[in-house]
């Protein structure tokens, strides 16, 4: 990398802790700020085309869209990545762009685990449709993103979506490269190779990043589409589970020639936020009896959105409700021996269900006898640390625990990590031992 770790900029204000990426024009590092030990990214024109003769023009662009983006700051967007500052370095005067730091993995990371596993339809729909308001947002302020794919979308804290990476100068595409646009080819429209602006360029873009995360296929490059005559698979032949209207919505964004796409992005989220709405019509039909007279939408809506944090902390109020105990108090092992029988089944139903068998008290029943555990056995402690082990809430041999604030909220826990809510708390194993689960 240029700048090599430890390296201090802006008069030892920022110190280079690593180099995160670079394309054909930026080059983006993580530095900590070193008063505060606030971490940051810092993004600079590549060093290497300052041998282009339009490495100015570079520059300049550089400064313009940085400006726009620190506007934008101004009435900052929970789903746009914040400006914190911005500062010319060396003798060069090579500006920098300071971002704030986002820790979390971006959507390429999130779907490309050990096994590919795409999104559920409700949750894939969830992040595109607040990244396409934030896209909105940036059109009405004659913004263009143009570079927006699955490696430029971060989820803070797992669950939240944040638009990164703005394609800074993309209209002027380095002569020593094949095309700064096409640097992620899957998931562009062809007519960005010759630089269009238009806010089509960004519909097709979040449309194809749909297309992904909803099949963990790539789409059919539009240039292989358009020159080489390479018919686009549609999603639902990748993925039968989801709905025809969800299939439809991502071909529309998807049309090869932009004069047919959605003329807006909020013309084209219409489509989602249609759909959205009918799958939460579709999720009344769920079975939510419970002998005690919970009501269980709340715990529904959460887990249908995919909201894992909420739908465990709802977990553990529903169930103290059920056994007429109040926040802050424990349940006794008899109480849960003696959980009643519909309810236990209906917050299992829900956790299975919407976590396509990842979690839910059933899912780790199961993870517990295979350990060695017994329905009709006692609470044996060499079972517990292996049952621990496995779903992911034991960390090591010497007995250690992770605590609550180190639990994992989405789908690339391990699997029977969720639901938690008797967390580092020993009587989950009579939810285990439950005769009726």
């Not at 900029?9 to 700020?33: M, P, R």
């Not at 989405?410 to 009726?436: N, R, Y």
Request: include cysteine; proline fraction near 4%.
């Amino acid at each position: 990398m240029y700048w090599n770790k430890g390296h201090q900029l802006h008069n030892g204000q920022y110190i280079i802790e690593d180099e995160l990426g670079q394309g054909a024009f930026g080059i983006t590092y993580k530095a900590v700020h070193s008063r505060i030990h606030l971490p940051v990214v810092i993004k600079t024109p590549n060093m290497r085309l300052k041998k282009d003769r339009q490495y100015p023009r570079y520059v300049e662009k550089f400064i313009q869209e940085a400006e726009l983006l620190g506007q934008l700051c101004q009435a900052p967007h929970p789903n746009i990545v914040r400006v914190i500052d911005f500062f010319e370095e060396g003798d060069s005067n090579t500006p920098c762009l300071v971002m704030e730091f986002i820790a979390g993995k971006n959507l390429f990371d999130l779907i490309e685990g050990e096994v590919t596993t795409p999104l559920s339809e409700i949750e894939a729909i969830k992040y595109i449709c607040q990244i396409g308001d934030a896209v909105a947002a940036i059109h009405q302020n004659s913004i263009v993103h143009r570079d927006i794919h699955p490696g430029n979308i971060m989820l803070r804290g797992g669950n939240q979506p944040i638009l990164i990476d703005f394609g800074l100068a993309g209209d002027i595409a380095p002569a020593t490269s094949f095309s700064r646009s096409f640097g992620n080819k899957n998931f562009a429209p062809y007519e960005q190779m010759t630089g269009s602006k238009d806010i089509t360029v960004d519909i097709y873009g979040l449309a194809a990043t749909l297309y992904y995360v909803v099949t963990g296929e790539y789409p059919t490059s539009s240039w292989d589409r358009k020159y080489h005559q390479i018919d686009l698979i549609e999603p639902k032949q990748h993925n039968r589970s989801i709905s025809e209207q969800l299939n439809l919505a991502i071909i529309e964004g998807m049309k090869l020639e932009a004069d047919e796409r959605s003329r807006s992005m909020q013309a084209w989220l219409s489509l989602l936020v249609n759909q959205t709405n009918l799958l939460v019509n579709q999720n009344t039909s769920d079975d939510l009896r419970s002998e005690v007279g919970i009501d269980y939408r709340k715990l529904r809506d959460y887990l249908a959105a995919g909201n894992w944090k909420d739908a465990d902390n709802e977990t553990y109020l529903v169930m103290l409700q059920a056994v007429d105990r109040k926040e802050g108090e424990w349940i006794r092992n008899k109480e849960l021996l003696n959980f009643p029988c519909k309810d236990l089944r209906t917050i299992d139903r829900l956790w299975v269900k919407y976590s396509n068998g990842q979690f839910g008290f059933s899912v780790q029943k199961e993870i517990y006898l295979s350990v060695g555990g017994k329905v009709d056995g006692e609470y044996q402690q060499e079972v517990w640390e292996k049952f621990g082990a496995r779903v992911g809430w034991r960390i090591d041999s010497n007995d250690n625990w992770i605590n609550y604030n180190k639990v994992t909220f989405d789908t690339l826990a391990p699997k029977g990590h969720l639901p938690c809510v008797s967390f580092g708390m020993e009587w989950s194993v009579f939810i285990l031992l439950h005769q009726d689960l």
